[in-house]
Every structure is written in C-alpha cells, then in structure tokens.
C-alpha cells in the first residue's frame, strides 16, 4: 500500500494565516463598533427579520435596507428581464470566459433593478434526470461545477452584487425535497457533493450561501453544524453569510447553533420568542448572534453597500449587449448529439419546405419552472427564428402535434364567458380575492377581476400580497355554447378545491408540489353555471392555474394535422422536450417525454424521413423509441430568450455546434448509478446514495457501460485531431504542479470550437478510485486548418481523494495517467506521471 502525503494545513491556515491588511482590520473595527451599538432586539431582528426579499435596514446605525432575488438565468423580481439560458447550459458551454459575463450582465440588471443579493448560482450534483431542478444546477462533475460556478461568481461580484451559492448541501432531487434526507458517507460528500461549494468559497470568495431544504445524515441542512460550521466555516474559511433556503427551519436554536447566519424569508424561528430564553439560559451566547450580524456587515462593507448612492451610481446596464451575452450562450452551449450523414447543417439552397412541429416549436419556451423563471422581455420560437433565417424562398410552417395542456392555453378563457355582476354591471373574468394567510380568514387585503386564473409567477398576484401564507378565492359565472361533457383541470401549488354549480367537484386542499387535478362535469348550452374557485399556498413555490374544454376535443386532430404537414414537407423539426410547466422546482419529472410526445415523435418519423430533433429540457430523455431513425439531434437544454435565434442559426450551419455533454446520457434508465438508490422506494424518508463517488461517468467507467451519450461529448460540424502531449515533469512531488501541452487541429473547413479534457487516472490506489476524473478542461476556438497549443496547469488536487482517517485531502504516491480527450470516451492522448514524495 502507498504512503500516504497528507495535503497539509489547507485552505484555513491560508486565510487565518495571512495578515489583514489595513483596510480589512479598519472594517473590522468599524462593523464591531456598529454592533456595539446595536441591541439585542435590533440583533435578531436582523438575522431573523428578512421581509421576504430583503434584509431589514435600521436607520439609526446607518444600515440600509438591502434587497435579493432570484438568480442565475436572470433577475425575477416580478418584472421582465434578459431570460438567459438554464444553468445547465452554462455547463454545456465550458466556457468560463463567456459565463464570467453572464455573472456581470445578471449583476448589472440587478444593480439597475436596486438589488444588491443575487440567490444563484446552484451546484448541485446531477445524478437522475428526473431531478425537477438539473436545469438549474451545473451537471454532474464537481470540477466542472466548481469551475463554472466560480466564474459566474466572480463576473457577479466583480460588479458588485453579492452571488450565493446554493443548495448547500445534497439537495439532489426535488421529490419530497423538504423531507428526504440525503445520507452518504464522508468521502462521497466531499469529493462529489462539496467540492463545486468549496470551490465557490475558495476559489470565487463568495459573498452568501444558501442552506438546502434537505436533512443531510439525518439533519437539516439549515441547522447541520458540521456542514454550516465545521465545514464551510471552520475548514474552507468561509466569512461571509449563510441564509435558510425559503421555509426550510424548524429550530431557531437549532439553527443559530449551528452557523445559520439569517432565516429566509421571514424569522419565523430565528426570533426573539425563541432566541431570548436560550441566551438568558447560557444555550446561545451573544457572542454567536454578534457573529452573525458581523458576516453580513461584513458582505455591506466589502461591496460598499453601506453608501447606497454611491453602491448604485454608475450602473450601466445595457440590455442590447446583454441579449448579445445570451445569445452567446445559447450558440455556445447547444449541444450536438447526432448528425446522421453530416445531415446538418442544412442547405438552403435545396430546401422548399420545412414543417417546425412540437409543443416545443412555439410559443417559445425559455426556461424550467419555479423560482428561477424568468419572465423575458421578449422571446423567439423556434418557428419564428427558423422561419426568419430560412428566408422567402423556403416555406416554413408550424404545427404544435400535441394538445395544449388545458390549463394554460389562453384561447379557452378568451373564448369562454367568465363573468360576473357588480351591481347591474356584468364584468368578464371573474372576482378574485386575496387573502393575506393560508385560510380565507377575514376580510380579503384586496379584490379584483381576473379575466384566467394562470399564476405562477410573483408578478401575477397583486402587489404587496406575496407568494407565501396567502390564499384566494374566484368567483363567478360561465355559459358554454354546447351541451356535453366538459374537463375542468386545474394545477396547483399548494391547496385547491373547486366548485361547479354548488357542488365541490375537486378537493387538493393539502400541501404540495404542484399537482394537476382534471374532472368531468356535464354542461347545459346556454345555462348560467356557478364557478368557486379556492386556493391556499404555503411555503415554496406558488403556481395556480384553471382551465377547461369540452372533453376529448382536439386529441387526434393535433396530431393528424401534425404528420400530414411532416408527410408533405421536405423536412421536419421536431421541437419536444419539457417546459416551465413539466419540469421544475418543487417535483421531479419523468424519464420519458411528457404528454404524447413519444407518439408524436414515431408517427411524424414514419412520415417523414428527414426529422431532426430538437431537444429542450435539463438532461436526457428516454430515447430508445426514436434516436436512430432521426438524422440529427440537437440538445438545446433551455436556450433563454435568444436561443431560438442561436439554434436556427446552428441548423442552417451560421454557427458551428460547440457545446458538449456536463452529464452522461444514459440508454436506459436502470443503467444509471442511481437506479436503485434516487427513490425512497421503502419511505422511511432516506435516501442512501449507496453508489459513493460512482455517480455519472465515474459509474459508466466503473462498471464498462456504454452510455447513449458520454459526459463530455458533444459534435461539431468541423473535426479535431490532437497531438503532441507534454508534460513538464515526468516526475513531480506532490508539491510541484505539473504543466501540460499538446496541440489541437481543426481538420475540417469550417471554423469551430473545441472543449478538450484533461484527465487524471489513478494506476493504483489503497482506497477504490474512479477510472478517471476531470482535473482541467479548455474551450478553443479553431478556423478552419489552424493549429493552436493548449497549455493546462493541474496542481496536487488534481492528484487527491479525502482521505476520511485523517479527513484531509491526500495524494499518494505512485504512476498517475494523464489522459486528454474530447470527450470521456474519446481520450485522444495518454502521458504517465509518477508523483513522489
Ligand atoms: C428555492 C430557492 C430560491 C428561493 C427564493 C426557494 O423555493 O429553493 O432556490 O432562491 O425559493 O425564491
């Protein structure tokens, strides 16, 4: 067995071992004086008293009033902004440059909006497609996490708005997120579920973390002391401030304890009722509370935000280079999985007619659901950016394939008579009223008509309400124009029951994710019907939506319409995948396409010979049924408001693909590491991630699976050669860094770029090690024939595993390979290192 080298003294000795300097002790000393002027009342007020958005100012000490928001595709304050891509398609960039200005675009709405605390980005780990939030996470790899998270952050703070990393820790699925405990062993935390955290704190210096809604081992993340104090605090240095994700305390004790800093959105536990009694009893010190405000002053200070004028001067927001800032994701992200036959890009010149056809063709769809949707200034479909680029000579026509979901599709309410009678006055929509708690109690705080019932966003409901502890009620009158059956299906998040004519034909009234209820009633023509609508929502996210039509209309029709259009064009795009209503915060989503996507896909191929697929959603898909028989395969994760433009522009070959894979896509779902460990199949409310640091490609390389498609695989319309690798050691200790090389040709003739990979396998090891794992990656852009060298550095991390005896980071020495590759099973070029001691 190997001799061990410990990786001493890490990253703490570094921070507390290095001398202030004069700035940072004057600051210290002026936020101890400000403390020492603050009372114990003011104290907890501050950590506890957010109101919803913001933290609380206080005049008297100077402190101002300071707001957040959501986060890492664009503000969502309840106003349009730039709707960037998902997250994830951060990831398929790898292109940290591209994604520092994300951060800095996100950061100037912001500042331009008077928001000082972005609640972004989120990095947690994928490990099942169905997690309803991977569209908002960075993939699967920690190195490649940490990397682009880092530089989202830095581009972030760097224009002064303070970015939080989230969900801290294991928040890995969205089914039963406030319950299920994520339990793994210590070396599984740190090297897969940590590191993207460390790297935010220690490598991007961020200003905020947000606890997980999730226990970790058994205890909530929000009141989890080795994880908040241990961990962040103590090991990775850590001085900035935690906050509680959204409802997600239980003891403010607890939670004080054991390093939450402030409890969002509003100190429900984290109060004075709670709080005093454990300080008079010696449980807490003042010395803990003072610790707290003293990491959130301290985030004031280093981002000036005690000069609120001075914070806010000078911002230049600018949304023409912002929308270009998205655009450039999108081109750079979209992810090419098959081209049978170089059948993209397509050719103009020889094509008359192209069928756009899928819900996900128009209207557009740029992001998944929940907190970090972003209502876009404006938007494109698919249809309208490919009909725009396909120019006049080209006939580019649209059919959807599969029926609207009922509840949101507008044209039913436009078209139906909701009404009802003020007075003598019959006004259309109907009578909502909101109350300000979870039980229609007392009078409502406001009433107003509302022509549809379809919420889901802060900026629907009206003003001053909030999205939490709130109900309402909708009241009115309806006629249909035909006797028969009629669906009523409503969606909600949390509580909903309904009543038709008097009679209660729905009751959800309970907490959950958002759910969707359809019920048959019988309708006479031309007859008044009685509608009570009532809906409460809780915690987390809110979403309330109505609808109806006469039972089975449209079904087959959609879809008929769809394959004859196919059957007599030259061409199909078939736009499938999930949206903000099928995949988001709050529930998981299924393996398989959602509604009758996977009928759609086999009738419009059988139809038409030439389909290719474009694929929105935040990871892969059941595609068994239908991959081999399209030409091409485009993943366009969520492209955001200009994605659509990006896409077109990568069919018709303006933009050469260069986005690859941040996780592996597996054939089947049982091939996935997690198959047997991502459900609580037994409900005792654990989850035992019994696959260890085996996750993604680290599990496919393990256990010599093929994957559908590789983590780090993605085509371009050029091809790459690789050569000449060396390393600038053959021999290094554990101290030294090693400095790779190689060089990297783009054969084609097409100008493009590449994503190359470095990385590390251990030969030989005393504890079980992955086969081989990211250490360094690059993003280049190649013209057409041009050669470039590729320097990458890797230091002695690239080399370790957390060592759970010492719990430290340790490398052992012995021969190393470094492999380089387009992707994780495509290494191009292999060199040995021996690390010595
Ligand atoms: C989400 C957080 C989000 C917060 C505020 C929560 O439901 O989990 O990610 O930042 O809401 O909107």
Redesign the pocket.
């Known amino acids: 067995m190997r001799k061990n080298i410990i990786l001493s003294g890490l990253i703490l000795v570094v921070i507390a071992g290095c001398s202030p300097t004069n700035k940072q002790s004057q600051d210290e000393s002026d936020i101890q004086k400000i403390i020492g002027q603050m009372t114990l009342d003011e104290k907890i007020e501050m950590i506890g008293g957010v109101n919803d958005?913001f933290i609380k100012g206080n005049k008297r000490l100077g402190l101002p009033e300071v707001k957040?928001s959501?986060?890492t595709v664009g503000v969502?304050d309840g106003n349009p902004a730039i709707a960037y891509p998902a997250t994830i398609a951060y990831a398929a960039s790898w292109d940290t440059a591209l994604i520092n200005k994300v951060g800095e675009a996100i950061a100037s709405e912001a500042k331009s909006k008077k928001i000082s605390i972005m609640?972004?980005p989120?990095m947690n780990i994928h490990r099942a497609p169905m997690c309803g939030?991977n569209f908002?996470y960075l993939g699967e790899d920690p190195f490649l996490a940490g990397k682009m998270a880092t530089a989202f952050i830095k581009g972030m703070q760097n224009k002064g708005v303070v970015a939080?990393a989230?969900?801290y820790a294991a928040?890995n699925q969205d089914f039963s997120?406030h319950l299920v405990s994520s339990d793994m062993d210590e070396r599984t935390l740190h090297e897969i579920y940590l590191p993207a955290f460390k790297a935010s704190v220690q490598e991007g210096n961020v200003g905020a973390v947000?606890s997980a809604?999730n226990p970790v081992n058994g205890v909530y993340s929000s009141q989890n002391e080795y994880l908040l104090t241990e961990v962040l605090k103590k090991e990775w240095g850590f001085d900035g401030f935690v906050m509680s994700?959204?409802?997600?305390t239980y003891d403010g004790v607890g939670c004080a304890k054991a390093g939450l800093d402030i409890e969002?959105?509003s100190g429900a536990h984290m109060n004075k009722d709670s709080l005093l009694p454990a300080l008079n009893d010696g449980r807490l010190t003042e010395e803990m509370i003072d610790d707290k405000i003293r990491r959130i002053l301290r985030i004031y200070k280093r981002f000036g935000m005690f000069d609120q004028t001075a914070y806010f001067a000078g911002n230049n927001f600018d949304t023409a280079s912002a929308r270009k800032i998205a655009l450039d994701v999108a081109r750079g992200a979209t992810t090419l999985l098959r081209n049978q036959d170089n059948f993209l890009p397509l050719k103009k010149e020889t094509i008359k007619t192209i069928a756009v056809i899928g819900p996900n063709g128009h209207p557009a769809v740029t992001g998944g659901g929940?907190?970090?949707f972003v209502t876009a200034y404006q938007q494109t479909s698919f249809y309208e950016a490919i009909k725009k680029l396909a120019g006049d000579q080209v006939a580019v026509n649209y059919e959807r394939g599969t029926k609207l979901p009922r509840f949101i599709e507008p044209a039913l309410y436009k078209n139906s008579s909701f009404y009802y009678f003020q007075g003598n006055e019959k006004i259309v929509g109907l009578k909502g009223e909101y109350f300000k708690n979870k039980d229609l109690e007392g009078a409502p705080f406001t009433t107003r008509t509302d022509v549809m019932v379809n919420f889901d966003k802060p900026g629907d409901v009206p003003p001053g309400l909030g999205i939490e502890n709130i109900s309402a009620r909708w009241t009115g009158l309806m006629k249909v124009e035909k006797t028969g059956t009629y669906d009523f299906t409503i969606s909600g998040d949390d509580g909903f029951r309904l009543w038709v004519n008097k009679k209660q034909v729905i009751d959800q009234w309970y907490d959950q994710p958002e759910m969707f209820k359809t019920v048959a009633v019988d309708l006479q023509k031309g007859q008044d019907n009685e509608i009570v609508l009532e809906y409460y929502q809780g915690?987390?996210?809110a979403a309330i939506r109505l609808g109806y039509e006469l039972s089975n209309t449209n079904k087959n029709d959609a879809i008929e319409r769809a394959v004859a259009l196919a059957a007599k064009s030259d061409l199909v795009v078939l736009c499938v995948g999930f949206d903000y209503k099928t995949e988001s915060?709050?529930f998981d989503r299924p393996f398989n396409l959602p509604e009758e996507q996977e009928l759609l896909i086999n009738l419009i191929l059988k139809a038409n010979k030439n389909v290719s697929v474009l694929l929105s959603s935040g990871g892969n898909v059941e595609m068994q049924g239908w991959l081999t028989q399209t030409k091409a395969l485009l993943h366009t994760w969520y492209p955001g408001q200009e994605g659509a433009v990006a896409v077109a522009e990568i069919l018709f070959g303006d933009v050469n693909p260069s986005g690859k894979l941040p996780v592996s896509f597996e054939k089947r779902w049982e091939d996935n590491a997690t198959y047997s460990s991502y459900f609580d199949d037994d409900k005792d409310k654990r989850v035992n991630y019994s696959e260890g640091i085996f996750v993604g490609y680290r599990h496919f390389d393990k256990n010599n699976t093929e994957p559908q498609f590789p983590f780090g695989f993605g085509l371009s319309y050029t091809t790459f050669s690789y050569e000449n690798l060396k390393l600038s050691n053959e021999q290094i200790n554990a101290e030294d860094g090693l400095t790779v090389t190689f060089t990297v040709k783009n054969d084609g003739t097409r100008d493009g770029a590449e994503i190359s990979q470095l990385y590390v396998s251990d030969r030989e090891s005393s504890v079980p090690r992955p086969v081989k794992e990211l250490k360094s990656f690059n993003k280049t852009f190649l013209k057409a024939g041009e050669t470039k060298e590729i320097t990458m550095k890797i230091n002695k991390d690239a080399f370790s595993f957390y060592d759970v005896a010492t719990k430290k980071w340790i490398v052992e020495p012995g021969d190393f390979e470094i492999l380089i590759g387009s992707s994780s099973r495509d290494i191009r070029l292999k060199a040995q290192v021996k690390v010595i001691e």
């Open positions: 958005f957040m959501d986060a969502r609640l972004g989120g939030r908002e939080t989230k969900h928040n997120r947000m809604y994700d959204w409802v997600s969002m959105p929940g907190s970090s915690g987390g996210g915060e709050g």
